[in-house]
């Protein structure tokens, strides 16, 4: 189960809105204990994805590696990403698996029309042959 | 010696830790070492060609190897190593 805390949750949809009708992506810090990871942390970033972003996302890896600085110095640990399907559903698609890591916690947020409309959360099986849904709460 | 940061998803291979410290010149001799010591690693920054994955980025310090000599980057003891997942999807 993923549960995201109240403020990097508002984050992560307001990076969705303001990115509308582009995909937005970020990354998510938190604890990974059982039986629940917790995000407290989310981290808009900047979609690094050349080409037209309304339907794709690419994390710039010097994001990664700062928000990876910033957990260690914390105490926390990269749990997972999180993009945005823009005027489509909240699924994992082909070409999410096949980017994706093993292990992370995948929130994709559907924003229609600039809102909000519902969120899903995935974890990829070890050869990234399938990913199954991760119980998602949020605020 | 030179300092691996381990990505969170790999720290299982590693007896749970976050960062290895391992010998090394190079950054493939660094990686060498560091897959000898924990074999379970291997499959997942190496292919079954012996090439490093092309969704595993290593940096060193804030650079990445591709734009540097690659696996034959040189490395000194207070270098810090990072390999970062290569993250991308999309709906389409």
Known sequence: MLKIEPQPWAAMVE????CFPREC?????????????????????????????KDRFQLDPKDQ?????QAREAGLSVIGFF???????????????????????NVVMSIRNGEF????????NDDQSAAEPEELQHA | MPKILIPTPLRQYVDRKDSVEVAGA???????????????????????????????NVY?????????????????AADTISIV???AGGGR
């Open chain 1, 83 to 105: 993009h945005s399907h823009p005027n489509e559903d909240a699924y994992f698609s082909a070409t999410d698996l096949k980017n994706s890591w093993p292990w992370y916690s």
């Open chain 2, 60 to 76: 060193v310090n804030d650079e990445d190897i591709r734009y540097l000599s690659k696996d034959k980057t040189e490395v000194k």
């Open chain 2, 26 to 56: 190079t950054i493939g001799e660094v990686l060498g070492a560091l897959t000898t010591q924990y074999p379970d690693l291997r499959k997942n920054l190496y292919s079954d060609e012996g090439k490093l994955r092309s969704f595993v």
């Open chain 2, 85 to 87: 997942p290569s993250i």
């Open chain 1, 117 to 124: 409309s519902h969120a899903k959360a995935f974890i990829a």
């Open chain 1, 15 to 18: 990076h969705g809105r303001a």
């Open chain 1, 25 to 53: 992506c970020g990354i998510m810090l938190g604890t990974a204990d059982d039986p629940a990871r917790v995000c407290t942390v989310a981290i808009p970033c900047r979609n690094a994805y050349v080409g037209d972003q």
């Open chain 1, 65 to 69: 590696l700062a928000a990876d600085r």
